[in-house]
């Protein structure tokens, strides 16, 4: 589970100055709309947009007037966009709220709207589009929410019937399976006689069970689960499952109640966008179950007989808190749809009764920020919860146990691999942000932490117990028994994560709720916030210097140090029996009550560098009973007590710390330990005693405390070389905390190349402890030897030991280049030739080969692997005789250069063709052929192809032709011709030969030619 936004926007003032959740106006927004989210973790095809109140009034009458298949809002922009994208919904994103719409309005709700349109259309493009409108106030992408993953190991075995017992308060048979409700410790015995979870160490719950002598719930308070829907037939739930009654007794299909949803009889399924009056009971699955297993963590029904004990769950004479059903979760899978269906859901427990808001969900891209997100919807109905939960239509007069509301988050899973990071929406400003710890008072596994977190409770670790089957859980160790169990769908079963953690709050909160409003205590959430932080019982204390868990993975074993959750735990461990005593501190004083007496001098009994402890007697209240409680106060600056008991302080004021007496009598000795200190610090120290009813002693005990020095940080451990070039080496460390936990202030690295460091060249860096840094050292000589020395420096300006380790630049040799058979080569000007030569590259370096001299084009290099070629092509630019020398070099990317080789190309010049006489040719009678192979006649000194032409005196009386390199002569009529054949080479020089063809009738005894004779 994971809450995270992002924030782009284009704007015009500052956004820091801007309101809009209702009490200033929209039109103080900037011109252009803010752009919440981005494009690439929107859910394709919708949109969220929040118009200005200048517009509102045209938008909400055209769009009343919308029929089927038409939209329209009346601004043209907008409709202009809606045609583009193929829009084809336009409707308000909270629904009039019907009796509670008024309200909605005063809160600027009703000026959000959702378009739905075709998905195929860029989302980038949608944003791009809307951001100019200036009736728009908001452009929001929406984005997805889902339940975190959670495995289940079915537990149906039939529990046999428990009475009530100091050790069992209530007669529910599956109650000794609930550590987090009481957790006994390692002595703590199942039914076998074995110990339940090994290593649970006692008190680690919520100190429920004394709360319970106090109160137990009550009807008038209602927690809305914004989760996946609750099993409201459950054999523990349901007498404890909140029901509209208009809805219940009135007509299927119509909104009887007025509050602008149809059939809502158990609350609202906004998943399905259904009423529960429709639906039949879930079937298990991952959202059902945990949805159910939230609210029987709240409000399981107590002493039943049955199952579980809920934290708010009544009795069987008494009804407990209700749980109100707001489904936003797939019943099947938990997946959810966008952050909208949540804001809708937490709006509505809102209008309908619900002062208590319950989340255990997120979003389900991790890359989201909220920091900068003060406009989104989601936010917005979270500022209305709070500020309208328990209010009247109006929003003026109280009418619910509380005055405004409570918004509880889960803190997320996260931790084990993302760290210290914030996780939204638990870390807004507006919600309670609840972290998860196991069995022994340590943080779970999984869970997130960091300075934003607001509390911790029990949400189980499996990993935390060896007990029992030893192989069980994801990865194969741990115990389920060391898990959560509650309620699931039909049953009963163990999960655990900050999902489980965050009903624990929610139902210390409705019992607190409850208790207030029993004993006429007029509550407010800001108070009861107030009270749950002050309430809350340290967990630092337990997170021990070197004290680590480890969790077995797929990628090998993780490690979780104690130390670094110090102080990110939230104000402590919810304690319910101790809330509940906050609450009864607020009751009507007796007449004759006095201030409780002030506590005498304290003693500085133990130190640390970050913690002092001191001591004191306790003293007693008015009656002469010890007194309920200390507060202890801390500055570096002078503190001053008032009369009244209000403390100040010159400097900034730390506390108090709330040291509760316990079962300690007025004379005993009691201490307490000061967390959070700085190392070699004097502090100014105020103690005050506080009775049952919350008066503090009219002045107090002060004095001060000093803490030990700080001491040097120690060296780091794993200094290594992981890289060499041939100028440069790369070394690592892991970044180590300072004596206190903090961060190092900086790292000095030197290097040279002397042992004794001498001349050494020093830089400087950060790290942050538990991060492995990594630093490029530059600038080396290739082939040497460097001693690197890296000294860590704290924030106190001691330095540790010398972390050392050397290292060797790599020997940059040159590339070695060798010719492969002959660099010469004699070839005549038409022909083709290639010298080869083979590039060895020593130290494995990329190379690169060229020629060097003066070639002309028709010389070319080629390389194929570590082949390199020189080619020579002969063309007709070279018919004289000619030599080409050059010289080929392979030099590597560093730019160190291998031998240069020669090579040559000697070029024959070109020769003209020599012909010889080709002999007279007699043919005795007409249509007879003479052949002649004209490479007898015809020779060339380059030996390249030779192209003949034939030439004839008289074509009719021979004819000749060329075939295939052979002349051919065919006599035709009688008489005498000369035949010339002329030779051309590729160079266009010819050679030509000419001889004589008769053709006459060898029947005739003599002919003269030509006939008739010439005298």
């Known amino acids: 589970m994971c809450a995270t936004m992002m924030l782009a926007s284009c704007v015009e003032t500052n956004l820091d100055e801007m309101k809009i959740d209702g009490s200033v106006p929209s039109q103080t927004l900037a011109q252009k709309p803010v752009m919440v989210h981005s494009a690439e973790v929107a859910i394709p095809g919708e949109i969220i947009v929040k118009f200005r109140e200048s517009a509102i009034e045209q938008v909400e009458s055209a769009t009343a007037l919308m029929t089927e298949g038409a939209i329209a809002t009346g601004v043209e922009e907008i409709d202009l966009f809606c045609k583009n994208v193929g829009a084809y919904k336009v409707e308000r994103l909270f629904p009039n709220a019907g009796r509670f ?20 259309v ?20 929406n984005v997805e929410i889902s339940l975190p993953k959670v495995t289940m190991g079915r537990v149906a075995a039939e529990v046999e019937q428990v009475l009530a017992s100091d050790e069992t308060p209530f007669d529910d048979p599956r109650f000794e399976r609930q550590w987090h409700l009481q957790n006994n410790g390692t002595d703590w015995k199942n039914a076998s006689g074995d110990p339940y979870i090994k290593g649970a160490v006692k008190g680690a719950d919520v100190n429920v069970v004394p709360a319970w002598e106090k109160c137990t719930g ?30 219940k007794n009135g007509t299927d299909g119509v909104d009887d109640d007025d509050n602008g949803y149809v059939d809502d009889v158990y609350g609202f399924h906004f998943y399905s966008n259904k009423g529960f009056s429709a639906m039949k009971n879930p079937t298990p699955g991952s959202g059902s179950n945990h949805g159910t297993h939230c609210a029987g963590v709240i409000a399981a029904m107590n002493n039943n007989g049955k199952g579980v004990s809920g934290i708010a769950g009544g009795t069987d004479t008494k009804g407990g808190v209700l749980i109100m059903s707001c489904a936003t979760m797939s019943d099947d899978k938990g997946q959810g749809r966008g952050a909208d269906v949540a804001a809708k859901a937490i709006t509505y427990g809102c209008n309908n009764g619900a002062v208590i808001s319950q989340n255990s ?16 919807s989601l936010r917005e109905a979270i500022k209305y919860f709070t500020d309208y939960a328990g209010m009247d239509e109006t929003g003026e007069v109280q009418v619910g146990p509380m005055k405004g509301g409570m918004v509880i988050f889960a803190a997320s899973n996260e931790g084990y691999y993302e760290g210290d990071i914030k996780k939204y929406p638990a870390a807004d400003e507006n919600v309670v942000a609840v972290a998860s710890i196991a069995a022994d008072y340590r ?31 994801p990865y194969g160790y741990g115990s389920t028994t060391a898990e959560v169990y509650s309620t699931v769908v039909n049953g009963y079963d163990y999960m655990s994560g900050t999902s489980m953690a965050c009903p624990h709050v929610s139902g210390v909160v409705a019992l607190a709720v409850s208790y207030a409003d029993e004993r006429g205590v007029e509550m407010t959430a800001a108070k009861m916030k107030e009270y749950l932080y002050e309430t809350a019982r340290d967990i630092d204390s337990y997170l021990k210097d070197d004290d680590y868990k480890y969790l077995p993975t797929n990628g090998g074993t993780y490690y979780m140090y104690m130390e670094d959750y ?31 007496e002030a506590p005498g001098e304290f003693e500085q009994i133990a130190a640390t560098m970050t913690s002092a402890t001191i001591e004191w007697t306790v003293t007693g209240d008015y009656t002469g009973a010890p007194v309920n409680n200390y507060r202890v106060y801390w500055s570096t600056g002078k503190i001053s007590i008032s009369e009244s008991g209000n403390v100040t302080s010159a400097g900034t004021l730390y506390g108090p710390s709330t040291v509760t007496v316990g079962e300690k009598s007025v004379g005993d000795k009691i201490s307490a330990k000061i967390n959070k200190l700085r190392p070699q610090t004097t502090y100014n120290v105020a103690l005050l005693a506080v009775d049952d009813w919350n008066k503090a002693s009219i002045g107090g005990s002060m004095g001060t405390v000093v803490t030990n020095d700080p001491t040097a940080p120690k060296a780091v451990t794993d200094l290594s070389v992981d890289n060499s070039t041939y100028t440069s080496l790369t070394i690592s460390f892991t970044g180590i905390a300072d004596c206190i936990g903090e961060n190092i202030a900086k790292y000095t690295i030197k290097r040279s190349t002397s042992s004794s460091m001498a001349s050494a060249v020093t830089t400087t860096v950060t790290a942050e402890p538990g991060a492995r840094k990594s630093i490029e050292l530059t600038g080396l000589a290739n082939n040497t030897t460097y001693y690197i020395e890296v000294v860590a420096t704290d924030q106190f300006g001691l330095s540790s030991e010398a972390a050392k380790v050397s290292g060797k630049t790599k020997n940059n040799l040159p590339p070695v280049l060798t010719a492969v058979g002959e660099t010469s080569k004699t070839l005549q000007y038409w022909d083709k030739a290639s010298i080869e030569f083979n590039a060895e590259e020593p130290n494995g370096d990329k190379w690169s080969a060229k020629i060097v001299g003066s070639v ?27 030599t080409y020398s050059a010289k080929v070099v392979v030099t590597d990317e560093t730019g160190l250069a291998s031998a240069q080789l020669p090579f040559t190309f000697t070029i024959i010049g070109n020769e003209a063709p020599v012909a010889t006489q080709i002999p007279n040719v007699y043919m005795g009678a007409t249509g007879l052929t003479q052949s002649y192979d004209l490479a007898t006649y015809f020779t060339d000194a380059n030996n390249e192809p030779l192209i003949y032409d034939v030439a004839i005196s008289s074509s009719s009386t021979a004819v000749a032709r060329i075939d295939n390199g052979k002349l051919i002569v065919s006599g035709s009529k009688y008489g005498l011709v000369d035949v010339t054949v002329t030779a051309r080479d590729a160079g266009n020089k010819t050679a030509s030969t000419t001889f004589k063809v008769m053709v006459r009738d060898d029947n005739k005894a003599v002919e003269l030619y030509p006939n008739p004779v010439a005298w």
Do not use: C
Not at 222 to 238: F, M, P, R, T, Y
């Open 218 to 247: 009550s009807d008038k308070v209602i927690v809305s689960v914004v989760d996946g829907v609750v099993d409201h037939d459950h054999e523990d739930l349901a007498g404890n499952i909140w029901y509209n009654e208009a809805e």
């Open 856 to 882: 002309d084009s028709y010389i070319k290099l080629v390389t194929e692997g570590n082949k390199i070629t020189v080619t020579f092509t002969g063309n007709s630019q070279n018919l004289n005789a000619r």
């Open 566 to 596: 110090r102080g990110k735990m939230g104000h402590g461990l919810v304690d319910a029996d101790q809330l509940l005593s906050k609450i009864e501190g607020d009751t009507p004083l007796p007449d004759d009550h006095v201030s409780p």
């Open 122 to 141: 860029s989302m980038s493009k949608v944003g791009q589009m809307l951001t100019g409108i200036d009736e728009l106030a908001v452009v929001e992408y």
């Open 101 to 120: 719409e008024a309200r909605q309005r005063k809160a600027g709700l009703h000026l959000w709207y959702k378009i739905s349109f075709d998905e195929g």
């Open 443 to 473: 943080p779970a596994y999984y869970t997130n932490y960091g300075t934003w977190v607001d509390v911790s409770a029990p949400g189980g670790d499996p990993f935390f117990s060896d007990l029992g089957n030893p192989y069980a859980g």
């Open 361 to 376: 969900w997120g979003f389900t891209n991790s890359n989201i920020n909220w920091n900068s997100d003060q406009f989104s």
